[in-house]
């Protein structure tokens, strides 16, 4: 670990000699010979600030992925958990699979599993925030660009963004005939198809339609003692469309999108003490496709979201704009798994069966769903166009949610008879106004100062009907609360142009999450809440295009503080959240990304953070597992973990990411090349620190080659690709209130691809 910082610092002096030498080098290869730098980098145009800017001139810290490397990535069937690692300082996890993604940057998130839970990374799809975790998890296809906002974004995005964003830009239509259709085949039997296709209806309306098909046979076995079974998880089908047209008139425009999802497939595979105790090491008989569960043959996630939005804009004179953007959404899901992971407390036979593998301290099989849900958004906004040194935007936003969630218990020793059962109703409502101001002080120095009010109101309630520990007396329960907040919001930001090819910027901003509850109560009587939590952020970097346009170097560095940040002790003794406010959490560290042409043929990425997370308040508690196999490294006292002191859960200090693609003239086409390395150090699975949930550094390579050729009006492309080529396995999350339960990263996957892009 200490040469790994080591060379990360010297990368990061490295490369900060080689930005402030970038002009020097740019002049004097500009004198020399000029045609030498045919090949420089593009400009990548983001939309961080709701307006198309060059992402070197945006004073905030962004990332965007796009083009080949996001192909590269998201193949293999992978679901959003793909950009994980890929980005500075951004982590993705979920423990219920192909569904309910948990976003992490710069060590904030969120590990609450229950299906109210906010997050403090807001995900915004083509201008529409996706509030519901269930939402966060639409597949990816079709996709122009990816956008990662890191650091406070509530001036301009509002809902729970302290962290920071994910942007998704979907291609949009166009009046030009166009689309393409993939097809891939790999590991386990998986098919990955998707496609689009769009063009003109008339000289003013186009449209385009795009689809998403992906299958994947189950693969796991289950050999535990009486329900051996060949194959009983492991699988998916997962389908999706996207239908959007586009109407462009003079001085108007009205873009129509409809979406929709289907998932049904298999929760992510529970794995009862596959955590060898008194180690971080899978056992040593651990086997990725086999599981030994009692409750397997039960297990099953079902999905099924759709959305529709229309963004309409007017060019109300030369010097403004206005901007009108409605959305709804809603998501139907039901997940139901083997949670302990393991066996026991039946017969064959009328002879008892032991439990396994490891101790089973008690038999938990649960499901959770959403039998209904729905999203309104309402977003006015007035953008100005003048031409001279000022320009604002103020707008207007509304947010309506109605949301039921339902919790079930079943009595695994009698053939998974539902024993409890308790409905969630949270219904919230917020509003904010808004507004964003730029003034360019001279040639090289330009400010941006934003404001925000907003209002959040949660109604919610929890009716208890049936306890799974009926039998110690615990009955029927309905408990009803309210939590509400407003606050303002701000940020202030310089960009200043040191020379043509060299932006240095600042950054302070402040904004809240909104007050949260957490009534999942199948297993306790408490309905838990937390306070609104505030963070104030200071980041200061430089954004440089060097080499004459062949290399690009962007590095921030920040530190920020967060006051009563919202946590959820996740299980402990019992199968249930409670959620805590810490007094006082800081955070900082530093991100470098950059790219580079290395020649005609060759390009590199090269991306790194690093990011150190720590909770400060002396009194802050939990409840401590009580299974006596677990090693806690914390303070312990009376059955109360202290938490002073330690990092984030989920929150690895080390990111890094570095990709490198060849390309060759070869016949009438060209070959190419693009290997990918990820790598994000160690973390902790819980606010409490342990030996066994301490998640090992992981590292996973991918690799990708093929050929392409063009014929007519049609681009051709096969190609070949491995995700986690040396097959790294090892714990990525856990379950804690029962045994050493683990969840396991995917395995190595090989497929190959056909492509064909027509015009």
């Known amino acids: 670990m200490k040469s790994l910082k080591k060379t990360a610092i010297a990368t990061i002096i490295n490369a900060a000699l080689l930005s402030a030498a970038g002009t020097s080098i740019s002049a004097f290869s500009a004198e020399e010979d000029t045609a030498k730098k045919s090949n420089q980098l593009e400009v990548i145009q983001v939309t961080a600030r709701k307006r198309v800017e060059n992402a070197q001139e945006v004073p905030v810290a962004v990332s965007a992925l796009q083009g080949d490397n996001l192909d590269a990535y998201s193949s293999a069937g992978m679901d959003i958990r793909f950009m994980s690692a890929k980005i500075p300082s951004l982590s993705i996890e979920s ?184 180690s971080n090491d899978l056992v040593d008989n651990y086997e990725h496709d086999v599981v030994y569960q009692d409750a397997a043959s039960r297990s099953t996630q079902q999905v099924e979201s759709e959305g529709a939005s229309l963004k309409l804009e007017w060019d109300i004179s030369d010097e403004y704009t206005l901007t009108s953007i409605s959305g709804w959404e809603s998501a139907e899901i039901y997940s139901r798994a083997d949670i302990d992971g393991g066996y026991g407390g039946y017969t064959i036979d009328g002879v008892a069966v032991d439990m396994g593998p490891g101790v089973i301290p008690f038999s938990s099989e ?84 934003g404001l925000r009010y907003s209002d959040d109101e949660k109604d919610f309630s929890a009716d208890r009907t049936l306890s799974p520990l009926s039998v110690f007396g615990v009955g029927p329960l309905f408990i009803e609360r309210e939590v509400s907040d407003s606050h303002v919001s701000w940020d202030l930001s310089a960009n200043y142009k040191v020379n043509q090819d060299v932006n240095w910027y600042s950054r302070v901003a402040n904004t809240f999450r909104a007050p949260s509850l957490q009534g999942r109560i199948l297993f306790g009587d408490e309905v838990t809440t937390a306070d609104s939590e505030t963070v104030t952020s200071f980041e200061t970097g430089i954004k440089s295009d060097v080499l004459d346009g062949q290399g690009r170097v962007n590095a921030t560095v920040f530190y920020y503080t967060m006051d009563d940040q919202q946590l959820t002790a996740v299980g402990g003794g019992a199968n249930f959240n409670r959620l805590v406010n810490a007094d006082k959490t800081t955070g900082y560290g530093f991100e470098l990304d950059t790219e580079w042409v290395l020649s005609d043929e060759f390009n590199a990425t090269f991306n790194l953070s690093y990011n150190k997370t720590e909770i400060k308040d002396n009194n802050l508690s939990i409840a401590a597992p009580s299974r006596s196999t677990l090693n806690i490294t914390d303070p312990v006292v009376d059955g109360k973990v202290f938490l002073d002191g330690n990092s984030l859960p989920h929150a690895p200090e080390w990111i890094s990411n570095f990709t490198l693609r060849y390309n060759k003239e070869l016949a009438d086409g060209n070959f190419f090349a693009l290997g990918d390395i990820s790598y994000r150090s160690e973390i902790n699975m819980f606010l409490y620190d342990s030996v066994e949930f301490e998640g090992k550094a992981l590292t996973e390579v991918g690799l990708r080659a093929g050929y392409e050729w063009a014929e007519g009006d049609y681009e051709y492309q096969v190609s070949a690709f491995v995700r986690n080529l040396f097959d790294e396995q090892q714990a990525i999350g856990a379950v804690d209130f029962n045994n050493n339960t683990g969840i396991v990263n995917e395995e190595r996957y090989i497929g190959a691809e056909f492509k064909v892009n027509f015009f």
């Open 95 to 278: 423990s219920f699979g192909r569904s309910f993604p948990r976003f992490y940057v710069r060590g904030l998130g969120n590990t609450d599993f229950d299906l109210n839970a906010s997050q403090p990374v807001s995900l915004v799809v083509d201008e529409v925030v996706q509030e519901n975790a269930i939402l966060k998890g639409f597949p990816v296809f079709d996709v122009e660009r990816v956008e990662v906002l890191r650091g406070p974004q509530g001036t301009l995005f509002g809902r729970n963004t302290p962290a920071g964003l994910v942007k998704f830009d979907t291609a949009k239509p166009s009046q030009e005939f166009e689309g393409y259709g993939a097809v891939s085949y790999g590991s386990r039997g998986a098919v990955d198809t998707e496609g689009a296709v769009g063009g003109a209806l008339t000289d003013r309306l186009s449209a385009r339609v795009s689809l998403l098909w992906q299958d994947k046979d189950d693969y796991i076995d289950n050999q535990a003692p009486g329900f051996e079974a060949k194959d009983e998880q492991g699988g998916y089908t997962e389908k999706a469309a996207r239908i959007q047209f586009l109407y462009e008139g003079d001085d108007f425009t009205a873009l129509l999108n409809y979406h929709t999802r289907d998932l049904d497939g298999s929760p992510i595979a529970f794995r009862a003490n596959v955590i060898e105790a008194g």
């Open 366 to 449: 649960s499901a959770d769903g959403i039998p209904d849900h729905d999203q309104l958004t309402q977003e006015l906004r007035l953008a100005s166009n003048f031409s001279g040194d000022f320009n604002y935007q103020v707008g207007l936003f509304y947010f309506d949610e109605e949301l039921t969630i339902e919790n079930f218990s079943y009595d695994t020793s009698n053939n998974g008879v539902l024993n409890g059962y308790v409905q969630q109703q949270q219904d919230t409502t917020a509003w904010a106004i808004f507004g964003s101001a730029d003034y360019v002080f001279s040639d090289k120095l330009k400010v941006t100062a």
